[in-house]
């Protein structure tokens, strides 16, 4: 009876060191007679095989989302990409937009004042302050001169704003 106590021990210690291959060999090479003890090494054997299924899903999910892992990497490179392609866009056409007011500025300061001034008084504040920075002073002055009302005010307050930032 000393020898079964001591297999018993013995295969529950393989188990618990988690050495399944331990206690099958165990259960081959060893008539276990008493049925507690054959209760007992199968239910051992049953909880090894569900931590061995447990552990191939975890392994399982793992891969899944190291995969998850690189899509999701992969699409934040490619938003990167994007966001970069769209800053540089936004360089160029802000580059434009400054060559275009350029050259509105020089037809602008060709133009006589009287009638520069009438027409700024349709254009938005922001492009009229644009155009006046980009004219000689004196032509912008002039311009300005002839302006009259709130337009006018607006026009030289967001100009002077301009030159100071």
Do not use: C, W
């Not at 060191?17 to 507690?36: H, R, W």
């Not at 090894?48 to 892992?69: G, M, P």
């Not at 006018?152 to 307050?157: D, M």
């Amino acid at each position: 009876m000393n020898l079964r106590i001591f297999i018993f021990a013995f295969s529950a210690t393989l188990v618990l060191a988690g050495s399944a291959a331990g206690v099958f060999a165990l259960d081959d090479a060893a008539n276990i007679e008493s049925v507690e003890e054959r209760r007992l090494l199968a239910e051992l054997k049953q909880h090894r095989h569900r931590l061995d299924e447990k552990e191939r899903e975890l392994q399982n999910r793992e891969l899944e989302l190291n995969i998850l892992q690189g899509e999701v990497d992969k699409k934040l490179d490619q938003l990167q990409h994007l966001r970069e392609e769209v800053e540089e866009m936004l360089v160029q056409k802000d580059e434009q937009e400054l060559e275009r007011v350029n050259q509105l500025s020089k037809m602008y300061n060709r133009m006589e004042p009287t009638q520069a001034a009438e027409i700024m008084l349709d254009l938005d504040t922001q492009l009229a302050v644009g155009i006046l920075g980009g004219m000689k002073a004196r032509s912008a002055g002039t311009v300005l001169e002839n302006m009259q009302g709130d337009k006018a005010a607006r026009i030289s307050t967001a100009y002077s704003t301009l030159k100071k930032n």
